[in-house]
């Protein structure tokens, strides 16, 4: 028999952070902004309780901006590349799907191809040194940004312009770099949505069956941030663990 128990975890096994774009002005001259790039296998949400902005996104089917203002709820499938603009003080509750995954590397920045070959290639352009001072840790966070807006902005004027390749050719290599990971994915994936997901279906078949021993089980839980203001790909980061 399938267990009842609630999955003990955030609902349904979503990530949530706390961000604060970059208010760095960016290469093609707006006040502030991410990094773009894309997840893989993760649906993203924002709620948007501060300031005012944009999420830049471009897909096959082309490109978008859809503009943030406090409470606008706005979200996205998995190969969205997406890029938030910062137009002053924009501030966001992020809810991503699947916890644990974007931890894990469901992520890719457009960087240019030649940093895309390979995981170790990808790992070093991506790092950002844990041990630098804060200084330093901005300054390679901004240098790696600026990099992947290039390529980002390469990839909408060529798909503007009615040439596919290029942004295929990124897809491929993200689908490339994540391929080793995939077994862990899973284990994580297994652990977490899959997991809370099969408690609420056991939930209503025992409902069905006129049994409500897990409303016996009920609990409460809570947390607050285990790190403030992390560099992030688009800003900085109050994170939360487990979550």
Do not use: K
């Not at 859809?66 to 979200?75: C, I, M, R, Y």
């Amino acid at each position: 028999m399938v267990s009842t128990t609630a999955y003990e975890g955030f609902p349904a096994a979503v990530g949530v952070s706390r961000l604060r774009v970059y208010d760095w002005p960016t290469v093609d001259g707006h006040p502030g902004g991410g990094t773009p790039h894309l997840h893989l296998a993760c649906t993203e949400g924002y709620v948007v309780t501060g300031g005012r902005g944009a999420v830049q996104t471009l897909t096959t089917s082309g490109f978008r901006e859809t503009p943030l203002e406090p409470g606008t709820v706005a979200w996205f499938t998995p190969g969205t590349i997406h890029r938030l603009v910062d137009e002053g003080g924009l501030e966001i509750v992020v809810v991503m799907e699947n916890s644990g995954l974007p931890e894990a590397g469901d992520a890719v920045l457009t960087l240019p191809p030649q940093l895309l070959t390979d995981r170790a290639t990808y790992a070093e352009a991506v790092r950002i040194p844990p041990g630098a001072g804060e200084e330093r840790q901005a300054e390679v966070a901004r240098a790696r940004r600026d990099v992947a807006t290039r390529r980002f902005l390469e990839l909408r004027a060529a798909t503007e312009a009615g040439d596919p390749g290029p942004l295929a050719e990124f897809q491929r290599a993200a689908v490339a770099l994540v391929r080793p990971q995939l077994d862990d994915w899973t284990g994580r994936w297994q652990d977490g949505a899959h997991t809370a997901a099969t408690a609420t279906a056991a939930q209503l078949t025992a409902l069905r069956e006129q049994d409500g021993h897990h409303l016996t089980e009920a609990a409460v839980a809570s947390t607050g941030p285990t790190a403030r203001g992390r560099f992030g790909m688009c800003g900085r980061l109050d994170v939360y663990q487990g979550i």
